[in-house]
């Protein structure tokens, strides 16, 4: 049973343009959040996804958006990107019919912002 | 807003040794604490839950409290190995929906 895959591994962009990870949550969730971490720091909650609607979000400018597709996977974008933008971006699945609710996380995409 | 707040100081301990990690939070008593363990470059893993009202859990070597007067959770690592060493994250999580609130891990180095 394959667990959370995201891609890219590694992303480098220059300030300005915009980028779009994926993930794939693990068989059986339907719920995936993302989060961002800056180096030396713990994950920051950016948005959840359910049922293909964002369900609660992070303290985030519009400029950080996303999508759910039918199958649960994921995607988050990221407009007009800033040098502070670079961190590792995490996804986590999960599953509503198991609460409480363990996530289980990717292994990120490392973004850089040059 | 809720803080969730960890020694960011790396602990140093000997193999064999018990590790006892900190998670303080500031506001209200959380429905859940997790902790979670993160080696560099990858994404955390989830080691514990503790719901409120529970004082203690236990998983193998792995012990978390839960103290609401303290507004405090420890975690224990008894027979601390080499391969414990990695970043240890502290999250609250409420009632409701998923979203979990971080703290910025402590970092544990066991020596041989």
């Known amino acids: 049973d394959a667990g959370v895959t995201q891609s890219p591994t590694h992303l480098i962009k220059t300030r300005g343009q915009q980028v779009t990870l994926r993930c794939s949550p693990k068989s059986g969730h339907d719920t995936v959040s993302w989060y961002q971490q800056a180096l030396g720091q713990g994950p920051q909650f950016i948005f959840q996804y359910y049922e293909e609607e964002e369900r609660q979000r992070g303290n985030f400018p519009d400029r950080f958006s996303g999508h759910q597709f039918p199958n649960y996977s994921s995607e988050l974008n990221v407009n007009a990107l800033l040098l502070g933008d670079s961190a590792l971006y995490l996804c986590?699945?999960?599953?509503?019919?198991?609460?409480?609710?363990?996530?289980?996380f990717g292994p990120g995409t490392r973004l850089t912002v040059t | 807003s809720q803080k969730i707040e960890q020694n960011s100081e790396a602990l140093n301990i000997q193999e064999g040794k018990t590790a006892t990690l900190t998670c303080n939070y500031t506001?209200?008593?959380?429905?859940?604490l997790q902790w979670y363990r993160q080696d560099p470059g990858r994404g955390p893993v989830f080691l514990l839950l503790?719901?409120?009202?529970?004082k203690e859990k236990r998983k193998e070597r792995l012990k978390v409290t839960f103290d609401t007067t303290l507004k405090q959770s420890l975690f224990h690592i008894t027979a601390s190995q080499p391969a414990d060493s990695a970043t240890y994250l502290c999250?609250?999580?409420?009632?409701?929906?998923?979203?979990?609130?971080f703290g910025t891990g402590t970092r544990l180095l066991v020596s041989p």
């Open positions: 999250a609250e999580q409420n009632t409701g929906f998923q979203k979990l609130v």
């Open positions: 506001n209200y008593s959380p429905a859940y």
């Open positions: 503790i719901r409120e009202n529970e």
């Open positions: 986590a699945s999960s599953s509503t019919e198991t609460w409480p609710y363990e996530q289980y």
